[in-house]
Nanobody, 127 residues
Framework: QVQLVESGGGLVQAGGSLRLSCAASGRTFSGNAMGWFRQAPGKEREFVAAIAWGPGTTYYADSVKGRFTISGDSAKDTAYLQMNTLKPEDTAVYHC????????????????????WGQGTQVTVSS
C-alpha cells in the first residue's frame, strides 16, 4: 500500500505564489514518474505538470507553462510544484500522482499512466 501526501495549499491573492509538496508515506516505490493534476468544482480533472525521472524530462499544460515548475527527488518519491503568478482560474484541488515503476511506454499527460494518488490539497486564488 502506497500513500501520497500533499501539502502546501492555501489561499493566495492573484499574482502570488505557492509551493506544493508531495511525498510517499509509509512505503516508497522507486517509480517512473510523478505528476500533478487539478480539479475545480464541476470540472473534469486536468493535467498540470509531470516529471519523468529517467530522462529528467518535465511536461506542462499550456495554461501553466512559464508559471509553474515541477521538481523533486526520485530517490525519495517526492515531488514539488512551484506555482508563481497565480491566477483565479488556477483555483482547484491539486492532486499528486506517481507511476509505480511499471515497465513499458505510457502517456504521461494521462491520469491512467499513474498508479498512486494523494488526497489533494486546496489552492484558492482570489482576484
Amino acid at each position: 500500500q502506497v500513500q501520497l501526501v500533499e501539502s502546501g495549499g492555501g489561499l493566495v491573492q492573484a499574482g502570488g505564489s505557492l509551493r506544493l509538496s508531495c511525498a510517499a508515506s509509509g512505503r516508497t516505490f522507486s517509480g517512473n514518474a510523478m505528476g500533478w493534476f487539478r480539479q475545480a468544482p464541476g470540472k473534469e480533472r486536468e493535467f498540470v505538470a509531470a516529471i519523468a525521472w529517467g530522462p529528467g524530462t518535465t511536461y506542462y499544460a499550456d495554461s501553466v507553462k512559464g508559471r509553474f515548475t515541477i521538481s523533486g527527488d526520485s530517490a525519495k518519491d517526492t515531488a514539488y510544484l512551484q506555482m508563481n503568478t497565480l491566477k483565479p482560474e488556477d483555483t482547484a484541488v491539486y492532486h499528486c500522482a506517481a507511476r509505480g515503476g511499471r515497465p513499458g511506454t505510457y502517456y504521461i499527460y494521462s491520469s491512467t499512466a499513474f498508479d498512486y494518488w494523494g488526497q489533494g490539497t486546496q489552492v484558492t486564488v482570489s482576484s
